[in-house]
């Protein structure tokens, strides 16, 4: 009887060391950076519903380099909204695009002094929503990865010889976009991305 007891004991506290060892493991798996190939990663960005980031952008050209500090915000379909934080002169811009209509804001500037010396920031290409529709329509698109990073690569849609080649980083511990660079059709990096802080849903 008793060893029939202890026998009996004996299952009872493997089968609690056993449920112990294995809720451990689950709890384990499922911190951020262990539970998410590089493939789930890349789609999940590739889905976003919406995101908000401040990025530093700088725009180089055969004449000149300028910087600037931006904040954009996208919501799926296509609502997408970009606010000049830097340089001073232009701060408080405000480009809307609705996928249909551009409309820009500044009680303090002029629309065609803006069109005519800042027209990067008209177009949105510097967006990453404006990335993630090129890498989806551009059969070639691929990515690669190291212990750090997923490394995504895209042709752009756009008819424009500044803006040919993208490659955006995306870091394998916060899931996030941490820089992009885009190419000329002389690979000669025109557009480069620093994203300072981010925020992204996916759908």
């Known amino acids: 009887m008793k060893k029939k007891y202890w026998f009996i004991l004996l299952i009872i506290l493997i089968l609690i060391l056993g449920g112990v060892f294995f809720y451990k493991n689950n ?22 519903s919406s995101y908000e980031v401040q990025v530093t952008v700088n725009v180089t050209s055969n004449k000149n380099s300028n910087k600037y500090i931006l ?3 996208f919501n799926s379909p ?3 909204t970009q606010e000049v934080i830097e340089p001073s002169n232009i701060a408080g811009v405000r480009i809307e695009n ?8 500044n009680t303090n ?6 069109l005519e010396n800042y027209n990067y920031l008209g ?4 967006d990453l929503s404006s990335f993630i529709e090129d890498y989806k329509k551009n059969e ?4 690669e990865e190291n212990d750090e990073e997923i490394i ?32 000329d059709n002389k690979q000669n990096t025109t557009i480069y991305i620093l994203y300072n802080e981010v925020k992204l849903n996916s759908i």
């Open 152 to 183: 995504l690569k895209t042709n752009s849609n756009a008819d424009n010889n500044y803006i040919q080649e993208k490659t955006l980083h995306i870091s394998k511990q916060t899931y996030n976009p941490t820089e992009m660079e885009i190419k």
């Open 140 to 143: 070639d698109s691929i990515f």
């Open 109 to 114: 500037l002029k629309l065609s002094t803006l």
């Open 123 to 126: 177009n949105n290409c510097l």
């Open 27 to 48: 709890v384990k798996n499922s911190k951020i950076g262990n539970n998410k190939n590089s493939q789930e990663i890349v789609d999940n960005f590739l889905n976003l």
């Open 71 to 73: 904040k954009q915000t």
């Open 78 to 80: 296509n609502i997408s």
């Open 98 to 105: 609705n996928g249909t209509n551009v409309k820009i804001e």
